[in-house]
Every structure is written in C-alpha cells, then in structure tokens.
T-cell receptor
Framework: QKEVEQNSGPLSVPEGAIASLNCTYS??????FFWYRQYSGKSPELIMS????GDKEDGRFTAQLNKASQYVSLLIRDSQPSDSATYLC?????????FGAGTRLFVKA | EAQVTQNPRYLITVTGKKLTVTCSQN?????MSWYRQDPGLGLRQIYY???????DKGDVPEGYKVSRKEKRNFPLILESPSPNQTSLYFC????????????FGSGTRLTVV
C-alpha cells in the first residue's frame, strides 16, 4: 500500500516564527509532490508543488524535497494567524495522487 | 472564474436510495478525480478519469460508479448507499494527470442513515 505519512499535530507556533511541516512517502516511483492548505470546513487549496530534489521558494513558503530519504517538507516563514489550517502533503506519479492525513497548524497571535 | 462546481453541498439520504453527486469544471481540464475525506484517514481516491470515456478505480472504489461522457462533467453515483459511505466528498480536476496539482470543488457532505 502506497502511503504518505504526516504528523497529525497540532503544531503550535507563535506569530512571526517559522513553521516546519514534514511528511514521508513510501512510493519511490512518486515524481510530483504537493502541499495543500485546508481551512476548517473548506476544500483543499494548492499552495506549493515540487518535482526535483532541493528547495523551491514562493513568497513565505519553501518546499523541500529529498527523494533519497523520501522526505518532503514545507517551511512557512513569518507565520501569521491566518496560516492556521490543516496542511496536506500529497505525492503523485502517473494517474494517482496519494494524500497524507494532514498536519494541523495553529499560529498564536 | 475558473472553478470546480459540486452539487449538492449537503445531502442526507436513506440506505439504498440511489443518488448522484454532480461535478463540473470550466477549465477544460482533461483529468478529474473523486476523493472522500474521513477524520484520521485523510483524502482517499475513489475514481479518476484521464479524459472523456476513460475512467479507472482509485483506492476505495467499492460502492461507487462514475461516468465521463463530457469533458467538463464527472458525476459520482452511489447505486445503493450504505452508512459507511457517510463522508465528505471532493471532486478535483487537473490539466492533465495528477502531476499538475488539483483544483478542488467545495465538497459534498453526505450522510446516509
């Protein structure tokens, strides 16, 4: 069974701090990795995608991929209370995308 | 506005009564998929479609049917719903395969009693 695993949290960080979210995946054939943000009662929203080893930055977000370790992470700099949400990690290759169960993030004002 | 539209948003039904959840996208995406989301289990893929008339099973297809007669529409059919299909359902679309990331619909909260 192909899996994507995340710590369910909650992860609590003070406003202005860096939030670090992590996930691991089991399928070495996965080629594409995504981070989605899901506010309570809402649908997931794509915030980052990463396809090759290394870092990818977009504004306050940085995604990191290490295929040798089968590890994906998301860093949120200068965390804001509006970043409080569940963050879903997903891995895909071909026609299927597997999601982790999500990490709940709380940013305290 | 580019979007995926699901209907209904909320549905309560009785065991065995056939129902359809509609999904439509206006982005000319080739790839569409259905997921269910349950607490602690995350999003699990039910069915996906690579293009018109091309569909395949995801990880939890039992009790569900889909069809893709037009590129924009991808309805989810529960022929005989059971209480274990009570869940939050999301339709999603992507330009080609899932490698491009999804745009999700607003979700359908289904309760089967």
């Amino acid at each position: 069974q192909k899996e994507v695993e995340q710590n369910s949290g909650p992860l609590s960080v003070p406003e202005g701090a860096i939030a670090s979210l992590n996930c691991t995946y089991s399928d070495r054939g996965s080629q594409s990795f995504f981070w989605y943000r899901q506010y309570s009662g809402k649908s997931p929203e794509l915030i980052m995608s990463i396809y090759s080893n290394g870092d990818k930055e977009d504004g306050r977000f940085t995604a990191q991929l290490n295929k040798a370790s089968q590890y994906v992470s998301l860093l949120i700099r200068d965390s804001q209370p509006s970043d409080s949400a569940t963050y879903l990690c997903a891995g895909g290759g071909g026609f299927k995308t597997i999601f982790g169960a999500g990490t709940r993030l709380f940013v305290k004002a | 506005e580019a979007q995926v539209t699901q209907n209904p948003r909320y549905l309560i039904t009785v065991t065995g009564k056939k129902l359809t959840v509609t999904c439509s996208q206006n982005m000319n995406h080739e790839y569409m998929s259905w997921y269910r989301q349950d607490p602690g289990l995350g999003l699990r893929q039910i069915y996906y479609s690579m293009n018109v008339e091309v569909t395949d099973k995801g990880d939890v297809p039992e009790g569900y049917k889909v069809s893709r007669k037009e590129k924009r529409n991808f309805p989810l059919i529960l022929e005989s719903p059971s209480p274990n299909q009570t869940s939050l359902y999301f339709c999603a679309s992507s330009p080609q395969t899932g490698n491009y990331g999804y745009t999700f619909g607003s979700g359908t909260r289904l309760t089967v009693v």
